[in-house]
């Protein structure tokens, strides 16, 4: 999953239509995230990511060709700032697709408006009110349910989805803090590059340093790649055309209206992964993916 919006705008609020727009993105991005646990069976995540990134770049280009906005951003390090920040917060979110079901590393993604108002609060100050307190209280309990913490069988992986939904919330506040005015091109052509390049030199690191294994963490550059390439071109091509939604999602609505509708991939993403390879949800992950969407939703509406 490779959500971004961009903070320009249009005039005149369209709801219906931006309500259709991210519902559309979500289910695309339900669709297509649900592979990368194929994919991490033959491939591993570096090389996904590298992989993912030469893919799209051309399409950026194309996009940017045909009049979708400019490559080039106006300031370099707020955009490569907020880029490490979302590149960190892919990496940790890919790798937890790989090693556990979809609904779980997406609850912890999901975490991120708990994360953006624990921020703002500490770092910037603000003051919220019962609602938003009883609210981060709410999406704690929902983490712990969707991520079944168990003294014998924790492992760091574990907190994987909820370290992602932290650096995810980081470059939601820079993108509005740092990146204001970009373009949404922009803000996407500088994540592919950081992503690409970081995951670059991660498998250069794990073949000159000997860290290399087997395993969807470790695994260095494998050939042939014909068995996963399919899902990685549906990565890239779904990602875009799944983020260019979210996009046009925020230019017609206002922030928080459209930021509930992203909470509806907690319903699609699952519900795929029930039908193409039969993940299932026990209560409590279903009652704590419930807390969290509460607590997001809440949050959203009483931040505006």
Not at 112 to 117: D, E, G, Q, T, W
Not at 247 to 273: G, H, K, L, T, W
Request: hydrophobic share 60%; with cysteine.
């Amino acid at each position: 999953m490779s959500l971004d919006a961009s903070q320009s705008g249009v005039g005149g609020n369209r709801p219906l239509g931006a309500a259709l727009s991210m519902l559309s993105a979500m289910v695309v991005i339900g669709f297509i995230d649900n592979f990368i646990a194929v994919i991490s069976e033959t491939m591993g995540l570096w090389q996904f990511v590298v992989m993912r990134s030469v893919l799209m770049l051309p399409l950026l280009i194309v996009m940017a060709r045909i009049g979708f906005g400019t490559l080039s951003p106006r300031r370099w390090v707020p955009v490569l700032g907020r880029a490490t920040a979302l590149a960190t917060s892919m990496f940790l979110y890919f790798g937890a697709l790989g090693l556990m079901p979809i609904s779980q590393a997406l609850a912890g993604l999901f975490t991120s408006p708990i994360f953006v108002l624990l921020i703002n609060v500490v770092v910037q100050r603000q003051r919220i009110g019962p609602f938003r307190i009883l609210a981060v209280a709410c999406g704690f309990v929902g983490i712990l349910l969707v991520l079944e913490p168990d003294t014998e069988r924790f492992s760091p992986v574990m907190l994987m989805p909820v370290a992602a939904g932290f650096f995810y919330a980081i470059s939601a506040i820079a993108t509005r803090s740092w990146c204001a005015g970009e373009s949404a091109l922009a803000l996407l052509g500088a994540n592919m590059i950081m992503l690409g390049g970081l995951a670059a030199m991660v498998l250069v690191g794990l073949s000159l340093g000997g860290g290399a294994g087997t395993d969807y963490l470790t695994r260095p550059w494998v050939w042939p790649v014909r068995d996963a390439l399919p899902w990685v071109v549906l990565q890239a091509v779904g990602s875009l055309g799944g983020v260019f939604l979210i996009i046009r999602a925020y230019q017609m609505d206002e922030p928080a209206n459209v930021a509930v509708f992203e909470y509806s991939v907690m319903i699609f993403a699952p519900a795929m992964a029930w039908v193409m390879f039969g993940q299932t949800l026990g209560l409590w992950q279903g009652l704590g993916i419930g807390l969290i969407v509460l607590a997001g939703t809440v949050i959203a509406l009483r931040s505006r």
